[in-house]
């Protein structure tokens, strides 16, 4: 895989920073609600509201990732607990991941991304290079869409996908939650 993520963003998205509300951030987007009719009475596992979620999810990842193209996958784990529950929440990131590209992550330590006020807190910031069909996006995608109602497997750190193949458009894309999954275009 040829470059790193920073020169990757800064060449396709430069001065955006990986960070919520990112969205709002970039001038051409693109944002797809994956839940819909959501009811009180589907607050059990595989209800039809998660099951329409997954569904939406998995579509729109085969949609914009072929399975030989070149992905960096970057993991937000927030903590506010100054490392010390940091090795139970690196466990969230290999179910995902042939265990041979486990030893490719790289950490990086920085302040609190969500927050510019909050300097005590920190985020780590795990990124791995790719294939798409390396990656075990099916079990991932439903464990983003699992953290909004608290079942498992659950994804609680933001996950971002980028594609260093696809350009000009849907070079990016970032799934935040179980309502949306978010394109960014390359100007």
Not at 36 to 52: I, Q
Not at 82 to 104: A, H, I, T
């Given at each position: 895989?040829k470059g790193?993520w920073?020169?990757?963003?800064?060449q396709?998205?430069?001065?955006?920073?990986?960070?919520?509300?990112?969205?709002?951030?970039?001038?051409v987007?693109?944002?797809?609600e994956?839940?819909?009719?959501?009811k009180?009475?589907?607050?059990?596992?595989?209800?039809?509201y998660?099951?329409?979620c997954n569904?939406?999810?998995?579509?729109?990842?085969?949609a914009?990732?072929?399975?030989g193209?070149?992905?960096?996958?970057?993991?937000?784990?927030s903590d506010?607990?100054k490392?010390r529950s940091?090795?139970?929440?690196l466990k969230?990131f290999?179910?995902?991941?042939?265990?041979?590209?486990?030893?490719?992550?790289?950490?990086?330590?920085?302040?609190?991304?969500?927050?510019?006020?909050?300097?005590?807190?920190?985020t780590h910031r795990?990124?791995?290079?790719?294939?798409?069909?390396?990656l075990?996006?099916?079990?991932?995608?439903k464990?983003?869409?699992?953290?909004d109602?608290?079942?498992?497997?659950r994804?609680?750190?933001?996950?971002?996908?980028?594609n260093?193949?696809?350009?000009?458009?849907?070079?990016?894309?970032m799934?935040?939650a179980?309502?949306?999954?978010?394109?960014?275009?390359k100007?």
């Amino acid at each position: 895989m040829k470059g790193n993520w920073n020169e990757f963003m800064e060449q396709n998205f430069p001065g955006l920073l990986l960070r919520p509300p990112l969205f709002y951030e970039w001038d051409v987007g693109i944002r797809y609600e994956l839940g819909v009719e959501w009811k009180r009475k589907y607050d059990y596992p595989d209800n039809p509201y998660l099951r329409g979620c997954n569904k939406r999810a998995f579509a729109l990842f085969e949609a914009l990732h072929s399975s030989g193209d070149d992905l960096i996958v970057v993991l937000d784990v927030s903590d506010f607990d100054k490392g010390r529950s940091l090795q139970r929440k690196l466990k969230n990131f290999s179910p995902y991941v042939e265990k041979s590209l486990l030893y490719k992550i790289k950490h990086q330590t920085m302040p609190y991304i969500e927050d510019d006020e909050e300097e005590s807190y920190q985020t780590h910031r795990f990124t791995l290079g790719c294939k798409a069909r390396e990656l075990k996006y099916k079990p991932l995608l439903k464990a983003i869409c699992n953290k909004d109602f608290a079942l498992h497997p659950r994804m609680e750190h933001r996950v971002y996908f980028l594609n260093l193949n696809k350009k000009p458009s849907f070079t990016f894309t970032m799934t935040e939650a179980v309502t949306y999954w978010q394109i960014l275009l390359k100007k």
